[in-house]
């Protein structure tokens, strides 16, 4: 059995718990947290909440540590800190600190030997793979990453901390013009603004000024100002009524040509539905898992991420199984 640890129970802790009675090779041990442990309610019979504070003295009792803080301050501290003690896997999505997040997990690991994966999830993660996988079978073609219809939880945060906003949910859509056009093989050149469009959906304070709320989210720079967005403004029981999941979803799709004149045109597409976001990023992480307790078993330490998992690490079948079933 893989004795498992969660850091942190949000809406990912959460997924992780109810992944893990999924796998019949792996036990959740203990979940850690921030808050007060006595205020959690889990859904795993015999499974105690913990304080953070208490987290070392279950370091002989825990075979990988799984870490579900946000990418933003949680998780560029937890994962080097905690990699000191346990095998930790984390879903740090990031993309364009990736590098220096997996540096600094790497030179924990290895100096301690420990085994770590980063960035598992299903963008970076699943749709990383895809990209890679397309890219080396179509060297002569483009990539193309759409994603949604979903929830952006980072978006939806930012228009939340805006003054006079009580609730807030953004809906990131894929423009369907651009799709197509993808699709078809023509490979277009599109602009941010092309490929996506952003809905907001926006329970106000009494009082609060709208036109105000609608030009801040509108001009916010990283979210929203280069895309075509739209702000609905709503009652908290119509956002609790028809808004209340957390879906998402894309496509990584790859076009290419082949033959000695060009004359082959090819589209790799690979697509998710999600009715949960947090469900299914807990569901890979969880596959993962396994992967970094057999690479610690073997003595292979540092940081890993999903390209460097052989696809037989992942699964609880044997490689005869494997070959005699898939293959």
């Known amino acids: 059995m893989i004795r498992i640890g969660i850091y942190g129970y949000g809406n990912l802790g959460r997924g992780i718990e109810s992944a893990i009675r999924q796998n019949s090779d792996m036990e959740l041990v203990c979940v850690f947290t921030r808050r007060d442990p006595a205020t959690l309610k889990l859904n795993t019979p015999g499974v105690s909440a913990v304080h953070v504070d208490d987290v070392l003295e279950y370091k002989d009792k825990i075979d990988v540590m799984i870490l579900c803080g946000g990418s933003a301050t949680d998780l560029p501290r937890q ?11 984390d879903s740090f999505d990031t993309h364009a600190k990736i590098p220096e997040h997996f540096a600094a997990v790497d030179s924990v690991a290895k100096a301690n030997n420990k085994t770590a994966m980063i960035s598992v999830g299903w963008d970076p993660g699943m749709f990383s793979l895809n990209r ?4 080396c079978i179509l060297p002569d073609g483009k990539d193309y990453t759409f994603w949604g ?8 945060d930012a228009i939340r901390r805006i003054e006079g906003v009580m609730d807030a949910k953004q809906y990131t859509i894929p423009v369907e013009e651009a799709l197509s056009a993808v699709r078809s093989g023509t490979e277009p050149e599109l602009s941010t603004r092309e490929k996506h469009k952003r809905e907001c959906f926006v329970v106000a304070k009494a009082g609060a000024d709208l036109e105000r709320i609608e030009k801040e989210i509108k001009e916010m720079p990283n979210y929203f100002a280069d895309y075509d967005t739209t702000v609905h403004f709503i009652s ?10 957390i879906p998402h979803g894309g496509f990584v799709i790859r076009t290419g ?11 790799i597409e690979y ?7 947090p469900e299914f990023t807990a569901s890979v992480i969880v596959a993962y898992v396994r992967a970094v307790a057999r ?3 073997k003595g292979d330490y540092g940081c890993k991420t999903v390209f460097d998992i052989p696809p037989a690490l992942l699964s609880p079948k044997s490689a005869e199984e494997l070959r005699a079933e898939l293959l």
């Open 132 to 135: 890679l996988y397309a890219g």
């Open 257 to 267: 040509k082949t033959g000695f004149n060009k004359e082959n045109s090819h589209v």
């Open 79 to 89: 994962t080097p800190a905690l990699c000191e003690h346990f095998c930790v896997i």
């Open 271 to 277: 697509s998710l539905k999600l009715d949960s976001n």
């Open 295 to 297: 690479l610690y078993d």
């Open 236 to 245: 908290a029981e119509e956002l609790k009524r028809d808004h209340d999941g």
């Open 149 to 156: 219809k979903g929830v952006s939880q980072g978006h939806s």
